[in-house]
């Protein structure tokens, strides 16, 4: 990513933080909209799993300028992902919510290249999830 990118990607990032509930709970509904089969795999407390994932999503967009310091953190959770039940297919899911629950929270600040900064960084994130998921643990 260029340092351009990732500046776009942290300034919007900065304007969602203070609407992450909102943001979570539009993402959510969002996810299961496009796949209700992906429902069942959230069994927890959906408030708390909205808190994680906002908090995960704020850790790997800190870390774009060193994206070394993420790499164990998003292996790890690609891992974890397996055992949940996550296949391959369900990342494109998870982006299109993603890009969708952002565009509706940034409205006019979502511009085009505002969306192209974030699809490679959830492209990133998702592509060293779903490698570590197909690496056996060792």
């Not at 690609?78 to 509706?104: I, K």
């Not at 960084?121 to 197909?134: E, Q, R």
């Amino acid at each position: 990513m260029t340092p351009e990118e990732i500046k776009r990607v942290q300034s919007t990032w900065a304007q969602v933080a203070p609407i992450r509930e909102q943001a979570a709970a539009l993402f959510y509904a969002r996810l299961f909209e496009l796949d209700p089969s992906l429902k069942p795999l959230f069994k927890g407390d959906m408030q708390m799993q909205g808190q994680k994932l906002m908090a995960m999503i704020g850790t790997a967009v800190s870390g774009l300028t060193q994206p070394a310091t993420i790499l164990s953190a998003l292996q790890d959770l690609g891992r974890r992902h397996v055992g949940y039940g996550v296949q391959d297919p369900h990342y494109d899911t998870v982006g299109a919510a993603l890009l969708w629950t952002l565009e509706t929270g940034l409205g006019p600040a979502f511009t085009p290249e505002t969306r192209q900064a974030w699809a490679k960084t959830y492209d990133l994130v998702a592509g060293v999830m779903k490698d570590a998921a197909a690496t056996p643990s060792r």
